[in-house]
């Protein structure tokens, strides 16, 4: 029969994908799993072990030995653990330790859920694949750089925005021409630019580009029931 609902949202940085996953998952009554979180905590444990984020047998042992706790460490939302992250990231014996545990997130979402939605760079193409929906969240750079840039300083971080702009541009570059799991729409994906939409715009165009997919998945586990 039908498994959980899977919801695979990718994209760039500051594109809306949380602020998109949340409010679909809300929607649909499905778990949420930020995996950006995940490439964060292995970075900043690195660096706080004074080890490089570069350095492939310093950032296996820190992704294989995270715990979920380590995922509320508010140091985790700073540009610096975003850095680190999308250096760590690049690192294949990274990804393939940080895999089993989206997976299971996604095939055995807590609570219950029927279902989750995960938000990435590679969760369409790599973690999971089979996933019914699929959504590219994507925005112009200046508008992604301008919104974190407004979201730091509402959290009383001194930033110079035009930094945030080309330190974004240098870390989508590093997303999209790593080797392993580049940072692309897949082919199934529905591709949503949040450049000239709010929070309500981006939820109310995802839910229209995705209803179908969304219903076709009730419509097969009601069959399977
Ligand atoms: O919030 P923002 O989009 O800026 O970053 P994030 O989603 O927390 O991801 C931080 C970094 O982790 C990204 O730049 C990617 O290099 C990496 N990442 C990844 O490679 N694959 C994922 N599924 C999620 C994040
Ligand atoms: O997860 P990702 O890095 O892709 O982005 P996010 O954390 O959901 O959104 C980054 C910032 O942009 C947040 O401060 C959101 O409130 C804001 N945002 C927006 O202004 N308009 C949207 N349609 C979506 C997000």
């Not at 940080?98 to 979402?109: C, G, M, N, T, Y």
């Not at 309500?200 to 586990?221: E, M």
Request: charged share 25%.
């Amino acid at each position: 029969g039908a498994g959980p609902l899977t919801v695979a949202i990718d994209g760039p940085a500051a594109a809306g994908k949380g602020t998109l996953a949340r409010a679909v998952a809300a929607r649909l009554g499905l778990a949420y799993l930020d995996t950006g979180l995940l490439y964060r905590a292995t970075g900043l444990a690195v660096r706080r072990a004074g080890g490089s984020p570069d350095d492939p047998a310093a950032t296996e042992q820190a992704a294989r030995a995270l715990s979920p706790d380590d995922l509320n460490d508010p140091a985790l939302r700073g540009e610096a653990a975003g850095d680190a992250a999308s250096r760590v990231a690049a690192i294949p014996a990274v990804r393939a330790a940080l895999l089993e545990f989206q997976r299971a997130f996604a095939a055995q979402p807590p609570d219950g859920a029927r279902g989750a939605v995960l938000d990435g760079r590679d969760i369409g193409s790599v973690v999971c694949p089979e996933a019914p929906v699929k959504l590219f969240v994507t925005a112009r750079v200046e508008t992604r750089a301008r919104r974190r840039f407004l979201e730091l300083r509402e959290r009383g971080t001194e930033v110079i925005e035009s930094r945030i702009l080309r330190d974004m541009e240098e870390r989508d570059a590093r997303d999209r021409s790593r080797s392993v799991a580049p940072l692309v729409p897949v082919a199934d994906a529905v591709v949503l630019d949040t450049s000239d939409l709010d929070r309500d715009g981006a939820l109310s165009a995802a839910l229209a580009l995705t209803g179908a997919r969304v219903w076709a998945w009730h419509h097969a586990c009601a069959r399977a029931d």
